[in-house]
């Protein structure tokens, strides 16, 4: 069970309102913690707050030590369309160009209607005078209310983005298709980012017919849209049953059909630079995390961001879902809540001042590495580039120790394992348990201790179950987002991973 530290720690207790997921509610207590009772228990006696909703500010103000809220404030500048459109915008304007070419041309409506006028009739009708096909969509709606369109007539006002359509998307099938990627931001003063290595690809029910833009169920993947059509339940072409698979199928596939898969994988560093956009705006928040689900759809093997997803869908409607979400739920905590019980590590002191002394080594060997070797902590963007010089010097610094018991196991301790633990093996399969690395001793025996945020840490673990650490992904970059966020210098090393 997940019990505060100590000999004789008690369970851990969770707060819910009605908007928290089932998912999460069952996970938890799966996991041995209890379910705070409004009435029977002490006001400030809980150690998560999980819901759907934002928290208002007054709650973080009162926030306690030993307690965590699963949204920090202003996260909605990257969830809502239009607030990211306008970080993005003023990202590429203050540190160049190029930044923004993983989204589709995009116009924040009313105001940049004179703009997208002038871009509309600007691109010349194709074969029989059929004008581009655009994409209209409501700033804060999850998949209603969206609108493909060739004539401008057909714009409607209200708050809404308008986005150039993907005229040539990845078909399985003939079927349209796009990537839910979980990513936690553990903090963002200081920046720490975990990418989920689970994840779904999500389906259209009906072939794509450019010819009939007003057929929803062959233009969108929501799952909210896709479930209701006709031809959700038939078995489909390659698809098969349903509108959802598991990532880890999705990439099996590509391989089978002789598609590079690592390379898309290697090009899904879009995370980064979006959280990058709102980052410096954020007011500071203690003890806090977000979940994020970003939606990608892929191009001739080239990732654009569609949108990012506050309180990503933890609904479970098929056997993709139930792969995926409880996983994902587990390992959610013990990246954000338990990795930060474990604060106390067993390593050397610097000095009087008692400071830990955790080698930028550490962080090296979760990022770049020997070219041709990939390890089972690699993540999405550390593939991307191998240039390690000196492994050596790495594996003097790692530690390497036994596996411990993996996230999703529920009869599972908060404390035991001592010092950084890196799994060796391969890659685990889509039915494998994950393996989490952050382990230390904590002492004390009141579930109300302080939990120091994990992105507090001197170097970030590197993995906690299927979560994996992409930023800081090296020494500039964790130098970089530590002492304030030098969102140039970032940039200018993101530049230079690209190219390598």
């Known amino acids: 069970e997940d019990r505060a530290p100590g000999p004789a720690g008690k369970p851990?207790?969770?707060?819910?309102?009605?908007?928290?997921?089932?998912?999460?509610?069952?996970?938890l207590l799966e996991r041995g913690w209890d379910k705070f009772e409004q009435g029977g228990q002490d006001v400030e006696d809980w150690n998560l707050y999980w819901r759907a909703s934002s928290v208002r500010m007054a709650k973080h103000a009162n926030i306690k030590p030993w307690q965590r809220l699963n949204h920090?404030?202003?996260?909605?500048?990257?969830?809502?369309?239009?607030?990211?459109?306008?970080?993005?915008?003023?990202?590429?304007?203050?540190?160049?160009?190029?930044l923004d070419e993983f989204v589709p041309l995009t116009f924040v409506m009313p105001n940049d209607y004179s703009k997208f006028v002038a871009e509309y009739f600007?691109?010349?009708?194709?074969?029989?005078?059929?004008?581009?096909?655009?994409?209209?969509?409501?700033?804060?709606?999850?998949g209603r209310g969206i609108l493909l369109f060739r004539d401008i007539k057909d714009l409607f006002d209200d708050a809404y983005v308008v986005q150039k359509y993907i005229r040539n998307p990845l078909l399985v099938g003939r079927y349209k298709c796009n990537l839910r990627i979980y990513a936690c931001v553990t903090g963002f003063q200081p920046l720490t980012i975990y990418i989920y290595q689970g994840g779904s690809a999500r389906f259209a029910t009906e072939k794509v017919?450019?010819?009939?833009?007003?057929?929803?169920?062959?233009?969108?993947?929501?799952?909210?849209?896709?479930?209701?059509?006709?031809?959700?339940?038939?078995?489909?072409?390659?698809?098969?049953?349903?509108?959802?698979w598991t990532l880890g199928r999705f990439f099996?596939?590509?391989?089978?059909?002789?598609?590079?898969?690592?390379l898309l994988r290697q090009k899904i560093n879009v995370v980064i630079l979006t959280v990058l956009a709102i980052a410096p705006s954020l007011p500071v928040a203690a003890n806090c995390f977000e979940l994020f689900g970003f939606?990608?759809?892929?191009?001739?093997?080239?990732?654009?961001?569609?949108?990012?997803?506050?309180?990503?869908?933890?609904?479970?409607d098929c056997s993709a879902d139930a792969s995926v979400k409880r996983k994902l739920i587990h390992d959610t905590i013990e990246l954000t809540y338990l990795c930060g019980l474990r604060n106390e590590?067993?390593?050397?002191?610097?000095?009087?001042?008692?400071?830990?002394?955790?080698?930028?080594?550490?962080?090296?060997?979760?990022?770049?590495?020997?070219?041709?070797?990939?390890?089972?902590?690699?993540?999405?963007?550390?593939?991307?580039?191998?240039?390690?010089?000196?492994?050596?010097?790495?594996?003097?610094?790692l530690k390497i120790g036994p596996e411990n018991k993996h996230a999703s196991q529920p009869r599972e301790m908060a404390s035991g394992q001592k010092g950084l633990l890196l799994s060796t093996k391969e890659p685990p399969g889509p039915n494998a348990p994950p393996v989490h690395v952050a382990q230390s001793v904590v002492r004390g025996q009141d579930r109300r201790l302080p939990v120091r945020p994990l992105a507090q840490q001197q170097v970030p673990g590197l993995q906690a179950g299927n979560f994996v650490l992409i930023f800081p992904f090296y020494e500039a970059t964790f130098g970089a987002s530590r002492n304030g966020l030098n969102v140039r210098s970032i940039i200018q090393e993101l530049r230079k991973l690209m190219k390598s």
Request: charged content about 25%; overall charge positive; aromatic content about 4%.
């Open 345 to 397: 590590r067993a390593e050397p002191r610097d000095g009087a001042k008692g400071r830990r002394s955790v080698s930028l080594a550490k962080l090296h060997a979760g990022g770049l590495s020997k070219p041709g070797s990939v390890r089972s902590s690699e993540s999405l963007l550390q593939r991307t580039s191998r240039t390690l010089k000196d492994e050596s010097a790495v594996k003097k610094a």
């Open 252 to 262: 099996s596939s590509l391989r089978s059909w002789d598609v590079d898969d690592l």
């Open 72 to 98: 920090p404030p202003g996260t909605t500048r990257l969830t809502r369309k239009d607030h990211l459109a306008r970080h993005l915008r003023h990202m590429k304007t203050t540190y160049g160009a190029a």
């Open 209 to 244: 017919d450019l010819g009939n833009l007003r057929n929803s169920h062959a233009h969108l993947t929501n799952s909210s849209i896709s479930k209701c059509g006709a031809s959700y339940v038939k078995v489909r072409e390659v698809v098969g049953h349903g509108c959802k």
């Open 122 to 142: 600007r691109q010349k009708p194709g074969a029989g005078g059929a004008r581009s096909c655009w994409i209209c969509k409501p700033a804060e709606a999850c």
């Open 295 to 316: 939606d990608i759809l892929v191009d001739n093997l080239k990732p654009w961001l569609l949108e990012v997803n506050f309180s990503p869908a933890l609904s479970i």
């Open 12 to 27: 851990l207790v969770f707060r819910v309102d009605d908007s928290t997921p089932e998912v999460v509610q069952s996970v």
